[in-house]
Nanobody, 123 residues
Framework: QVELVESGGGLVQAGGSLRLSCAAS????????MGWYRQAPGKQREWVAS?????????NYADSVKGRFTISRDNAKNTVYLQMNNLRPEDTAVYYC???????????????WGQGTQVTVSS
């Protein structure tokens, strides 16, 4: 019913920038939260950033990315972005987006995940 498609990953040198996008499509009534997670090889998936639509955008960041990454959202496009600046080799991971979605005919929200996009930062 709902599909999340990420794009924008790639290979970049340390200090560089990338912008990830994640577009949600399907029978969507509303999305109240969208976010980004990442998983490095051999490590557990970790939360990176999220934004909640409370009538205003309430964004939060993991300490490891605060000041370097910015999450933003285009509600008209059901899309969330992650602008990543001053990238470090330790940011290398597969980045996943998630969205808390209410679909048509539903009374509650369900969390959906994208398929992931690889970000590799070389030193």
């Amino acid at each position: 019913q709902v599909e999340l498609v990420e794009s924008g990953g790639g290979l970049v040198q340390a200090g560089g920038s990338l912008r990830l996008s994640c577009a949600a499509s399907g029978s969507i009534l509303s999305i109240n939260a969208m976010g980004w997670y990442r998983q490095a090889p051999g490590k557990q998936r970790e939360w990176v950033a999220s934004t909640v639509d409370n009538g205003w955008s309430d964004s939060n960041y993991a300490d490891s990315v605060k000041g370097r990454f910015t999450i933003s959202r285009d509600n008209a496009k059901n899309t969330v972005y992650l602008q990543m600046n001053n990238l470090r080799p330790e940011d290398t991971a597969v980045y996943y987006c998630d969205a808390n979605v209410r679909v048509e005919g539903a009374t509650s929200y369900i969390n959906y995940w994208g398929q992931g996009t690889q970000v590799t930062v070389s030193s």
